[in-house]
């Protein structure tokens, strides 16, 4: 089974600074799939950012960008720039695809409370 | 474009009680997740329905169950509730399932409240 750890519960940034969020996961597999949710207090999961494990071209999206290391099983996410908008539960997840080659479940990370301070 | 619908977003419940939650997934969404969300056991995966068939299962009792119509929307249902089944259950749709189309999107979820 795989497993997704995220170590930091908390952290907090200063707008318009950088923060780095880690994650490191456990699997056996080859082919998966690695994201990055965010949970605001409206409780909406938003995709932040994704990444294939085939490539090893490191995802950005705007002002988040990851430093996917397969070897190491570590993916983490930085934000730039941060703003008050990105306060947020952030979760870290995997997903192998089925044997048939379609999308499967998503296993989450505890996940880490991002406080962006003025 | 609407986005993932779930109802009711609040429900209290009492134990031995059983609830069916909601869900209509985006259209032209054909495959539907659903996920617990707690503060001790985090967010884990129930079921999975694509095209009115259960595709992929959690491990949770039986008690739990779930089912999807042809219009895609799915239902779960919660039998002789226990005061650990309260949660945040969260609702998921993508376009087809296929490994091309991972983007899962969520609702805003239903809040269960067992008493």
């Known amino acids: 089974a795989q497993t997704v750890t995220q170590s930091q519960p908390e952290m907090s940034v200063q707008e318009a600074e950088t923060v780095t969020l880690s994650c490191t996961y456990d699997?056996?597999?080859?082919?998966?799939?690695l994201f990055w949710y965010k949970q605001p207090p409206s409780r909406q999961m938003i995709l932040v950012i994704r990444q294939e494990a085939y490539k090893q071209q490191n995802a950005t999206e705007n002002r988040f960008s990851v430093n996917f290391q397969k070897a190491a099983k570590s993916f983490s996410l930085k934000i730039s720039d941060s703003q008050l908008g990105d306060t947020a539960m952030y979760f870290c997840?995997?997903?192998?695809?089925?044997?048939?080659?379609?999308?499967?479940?998503?296993?989450f990370g505890t996940g880490t409370r991002l406080q962006v301070t003025l | 474009k609407a986005g993932v619908t779930q109802t009711p977003r609040y429900l209290i419940k009492t134990r031995g009680q059983q609830v069916t939650l909601s869900c209509s997934p985006i259209?032209?969404?054909?495959?539907v997740s659903w996920y617990q969300q707690t503060p001790g056991q985090g967010l884990q995966f129930l079921f999975e329905y694509f095209s009115e068939t259960q595709r992929n299962k959690g491990n949770f009792p039986g008690r739990f169950s779930g089912r999807q119509f042809s219009n895609s929307r799915s239902e779960m249902n919660v039998s002789t509730l226990e005061l650990g089944d309260s949660a945040l259950y969260l609702c998921?749709?993508?376009?087809?399932?296929?490994?091309?189309?991972?983007?899962?999107?969520f609702g805003q979820g239903t809040r269960l409240t067992v008493v």
């Open positions: 259209s032209g969404h054909r495959s």
């Open positions: 997840a995997f997903m192998k695809p089925l044997s048939t080659g379609t999308a499967s479940k998503l296993t």
């Open positions: 699997t056996s597999e080859n082919n998966y799939y």
């Open positions: 998921a749709s993508r376009k087809q399932g296929t490994v091309s189309n991972t983007e899962a999107f």
